[in-house]
């Protein structure tokens, strides 16, 4: 099993920065390739941002294209999602998730279905 959870939520004002933080642990034996999804109240889950289990490779929602950058440490197993120009519209509840990957596996995995295993979460609130 791999258990994994979030950090670094919290409340901003729009224009401002925070950096979340996704913890992978349990198992050292697979590759884990990472996303970080986002759900708001009475809305969808939705895809914000992906890396391959390299970390080579990476994925980003339009919404948050040059604002939101994921990036990750594979020493640590830890992944990050640097949160900038941050918006009202950003305000959501985010979710990590991992996946086992295959080592061809180069690119990110955008479904949030295809994902093996997820964190409780962590509130992002941004206020006007």
């Known amino acids: 099993q791999v258990q994994v959870v979030e950090s670094g939520g919290g409340l901003v004002q729009a224009g401002g920065s925070l950096r979340l933080s996704c913890a992978a642990s349990?198992?050292?034996?697979?590759?884990?390739?990472m996303g970080w999804f986002r759900q708001a109240p009475g809305k969808e889950r939705e895809f914000v941002a992906a890396?391959?289990?390299?970390?080579?490779?990476?994925q980003h929602a339009d919404s948050v294209k040059g604002r939101f950058t994921i990036s990750s440490d594979n020493v640590k197993n830890l992944v990050y999602l640097q949160m900038n120009m941050l918006k009202p519209e950003d305000t959501a509840v985010y979710y990590c998730?991992?996946?086992?990957?295959?080592?061809?596996?180069?690119?990110?995995?955008?479904?949030?279905?295809?994902?093996?295993?997820w964190g409780q979460g962590t509130q992002v609130t941004v206020s006007s």
């Open positions: 349990g198992r050292t034996d697979i590759r884990l390739a």
């Open positions: 890396i391959s289990w390299s970390g080579l490779n990476t």
């Open positions: 998730a991992a996946k086992t990957a295959y080592y061809s596996a180069i690119t990110p995995y955008t479904a949030g279905n295809v994902y093996d295993y």
